[in-house]
């Protein structure tokens, strides 16, 4: 399951994001050549993986499979489901949420109870956390069409729907059905740090901002779980 869910990343990822250059032919460099090769093993590899799953959980992946093609595709005079405006952060949101709390569960067979939505639903609001601040700092670049939330309500607006978000995220933790004070820890570490970044975003920022910092948030989260989980 976690080969699948790496390979099958660092594949959509690379599709998502040159897929439109091979599909209209234009000349590449070999640095991109080499992207499709690493990309191409990682297809190879979670293809492996895939038929190595439950049956139950490969309808699930085609599922998400599905969406992630759609995303990048295109499929309408519109173009994909990237292109939609306010569809892309749900998309994303909904994936990466759903592949890393619902699919593992379903492979073993956990039958999903209350505890397991609400997990679901916090992983679901902190990639749409990350994801807004993503569009803080892309302000300058993005498209109008796609009306992304900071090209609707401001930068300022933006940044309080995330604090208000990361709010709710963060009460979630109280709905469970036994109360996990290291858990509590651990997210009230994580609020603060994402609510920073969130605080911090900003159309002139460096790309590096969200290209490391940001995206190294999960990171954190994890070394914050097994922090705890030995201490």
Same mark, same amino acid.
């Given at each position: 399951?976690?080969?699948?869910?790496?390979?099958?990343?660092?594949?959509?990822?690379?599709?998502?994001?040159?897929?439109?250059?091979?599909?209209?032919?234009?000349?590449?460099?070999?640095?991109?050549?080499?992207?499709?090769?690493?990309?191409?093993?990682?297809?190879?590899?979670?293809?492996?993986?895939?038929?190595?799953?439950?049956?139950?959980?490969?309808?699930?992946?085609?599922?998400?499979?599905?969406?992630?093609?759609?995303?990048?595709?295109?499929?309408?005079?519109?173009?994909?489901?990237?292109?939609?405006?306010?569809?892309?952060?749900?998309?994303?949101?909904?994936?990466?949420?759903?592949?890393?709390?619902?699919?593992?569960?379903?492979?073993?067979?956990?039958?999903?109870?209350?505890?397991?939505?609400?997990?679901?639903?916090?992983?679901?609001?902190?990639?749409?956390?990350?994801?807004?601040?993503?569009?803080?700092?892309?302000?300058?670049?993005?498209?109008?069409?796609?009306?992304?939330?900071?090209?609707?309500?401001? +930068?300022? *607006? #933006? $940044? &309080? =729907?995330?604090?208000?978000? @990361?709010?709710?995220?963060?009460? !979630?933790?109280? %709905?469970?059905?036994? +109360?996990? *004070? #290291? $858990? &509590? =820890?651990?997210?009230?570490? @994580?609020?603060?740090?994402?609510? !920073?970044?969130? %605080?911090?975003?900003?159309?002139?920022?460096?790309?590096?901002?969200?290209?490391?910092?940001?995206?190294?948030?999960?990171?954190?989260?994890?070394?914050?779980?097994?922090?705890?989980?030995?201490?």
């Amino acid at each position: 399951m976690a080969g699948l869910a790496f390979m099958g990343t660092v594949f959509g990822y690379n599709f998502i994001k040159y897929e439109a250059l091979f599909r209209t032919r234009k000349p590449i460099g070999t640095y991109t050549k080499i992207i499709a090769v690493i990309s191409l093993l990682a297809l190879l590899g979670a293809g492996i993986c895939f038929f190595l799953l439950e049956t139950r959980t490969q309808l699930t992946a085609v599922m998400f499979l599905g969406l992630t093609v759609l995303y990048a595709v295109p499929f309408t005079k519109k173009g994909n489901l990237r292109n939609l405006s306010g569809i892309k952060i749900y998309i994303v949101a909904l994936c990466w949420a759903g592949i890393t709390t619902l699919m593992p569960l379903i492979n073993a067979g956990v039958a999903l109870y209350s505890d397991v939505y609400l997990k679901f639903c916090q992983r679901f609001l902190l990639v749409i956390i990350l994801i807004l601040i993503f569009e803080i700092i892309d302000l300058k670049e993005d498209n109008p069409s796609l009306k992304t939330v900071p090209q609707k309500i401001g +930068i300022k *607006n #933006t $940044q &309080l =729907l995330n604090i208000t978000l @990361l709010g709710i995220l963060y009460s !979630l933790e109280f %709905l469970r059905q036994k +109360i996990d *004070n #290291t $858990q &509590l =820890l651990v997210n009230v570490m @994580l609020v603060l740090a994402v609510g !920073l970044f969130t %605080l911090g975003a900003s159309p002139e920022r460096n790309k590096y901002y969200t290209l490391f910092w940001v995206e190294s948030v999960p990171v954190f989260w994890l070394g914050l779980l097994y922090l705890v989980s030995f201490s």
